[in-house]
């Protein structure tokens, strides 16, 4: 089997995760890793099998060896990494979202087409068994006509104050994912009122931010959706989507993460739970690095492309603007 030439830019948090599975995938060759704390690329680099480390990344990618990238640096990075990979040739995955803005989202993308280069934008629920078999049996027409959405994340703890100054906000960092399996399971979506508090911390609200957010779509189709957001669940990792139909409905639930359900005296039952997203979305996380590869490989188109990255982000400009300035929002408007 003839493997793929991959340069992993980015060896933090995420990246770690993303060379473990790149290392175990026989479809992928890990040639270099580049991360600018060299501990990191090091760790990156031992995780992944890499053939040679890097603090800078555009050394990585001239790498001879690399045929495509994947990118988990820092957001505001990953445009410029996008134009410099495509100018190379160098087939592109990136981990959402392209960019904090829609102008230079576009002009990424552009690039990326314009050099004919294939692209994945990392929304790795779509990946996950649950969520890809609710798409499978929606579109056999499972539970008929689609009437109503409901998707609901809430993470353990908020992350740094540092990191959500250049997060682009909850819309754009957290409500994205959900935003992107409306689109996916449901359709495309027209407008979106949103309502949002920091009531985790006021620290939070300092920045023009929000930790607790409720957000309600209205579909292209007609279907009614709602979203809910919140930076701090003392339980742990929670997520649930609902999809409600005139014969029925789907729930995607990952609950317990263990299937043990442990029964004491009186009333008391007790279960493990997901405490972290890379916890509950690893082999998602896994899939969508394969379903790359293997599309790369084969010349087959990828999923989610270009038009998700910017729709997604789309509809999560919105859903900010909403937030703001405390009005439903057409879409169409964000431009």
């Known amino acids: 089997m003839r493997r793929l030439g991959v340069a992993l830019l980015g060896a933090g948090r995420m990246g770690q995760l993303h060379a473990e599975l790149l290392g175990a995938l026989p479809e992928v060759r890990v040639v270099a890793v580049a991360d600018p704390l060299r501990e990191s690329a090091e760790r990156g680099a031992f995780l992944a099998r890499a053939e040679e480390t890097y603090l800078e ?25 996008i134009r410099e990979a495509a100018r190379r040739r160098q087939a592109v995955f990136c981990e959402k ?21 294939p692209f994945q934008i990392g929304f790795q629920r779509r990946y996950d ?30 992350p740094s104050l540092e990191y959500l100054k250049a997060s682009g906000g909850i819309a754009v960092d957290m409500a994205i994912h959900d935003l992107d399996l409306a689109r996916f399971l449901v ?15 006021p620290r939070i609200g300092a920045l023009g ?9 209205r579909f292209e189709s007609g279907a009614l959706g709602v979203v809910e957001n919140s930076r701090r669940a003392v339980y742990g990792y929670d997520i649930r989507t609902e999809v409600f139909g005139e014969k029925g409905k789907l729930v995607v ?22 405490r972290y ?3 509950r979305f690893r082999e998602a996380y896994r899939l969508e690095l394969q379903a790359f590869a293997r599309g790369v490989l084969e010349g087959r188109p990828l999923s989610p492309g ?30």
């Open 97 to 117: 979202p392209v960019a904090l803005d829609l102008a230079s989202t576009e002009a990424a993308l552009k690039e990326v087409e314009a050099y004919g280069v």
């Open 57 to 81: 990344p555009l050394e990585a990618l001239d790498h001879p060896g690399v045929e495509a990238v994947v990118i988990v640096t820092p957001t505001p990075t990953h445009a410029a990494l």
């Open 253 to 274: 639930e990952a609950l317990p993460k263990t299937p043990l359900y442990r029964y004491g005296p009186g009333e008391e039952v007790r279960l493990d739970h997901y």
């Open 187 to 201: 359709g495309e979506v027209v407008e979106v009122q949103a309502w949002g508090a920091a009531r985790v911390d």
């Open 209 to 217: 931010d929000w930790d607790t957010v409720s957000l309600l779509l």
């Open 129 to 158: 068994p649950g969520y890809a078999q609710a798409k499978a049996l929606l579109e056999g027409g499972e539970i008929g006509r689609v009437d109503q959405f409901r998707a609901v994340s809430r993470d353990p703890a908020p």
């Open 306 to 335: 270009p038009r998700d990255a910017r729709e997604s982000l789309r509809l999560a400009l919105a859903a900010t603007r909403s937030l703001r300035e405390g009005r439903p929002v057409r879409v169409e408007e964000v431009a």
């Open 277 to 279: 997203f890379t916890d």
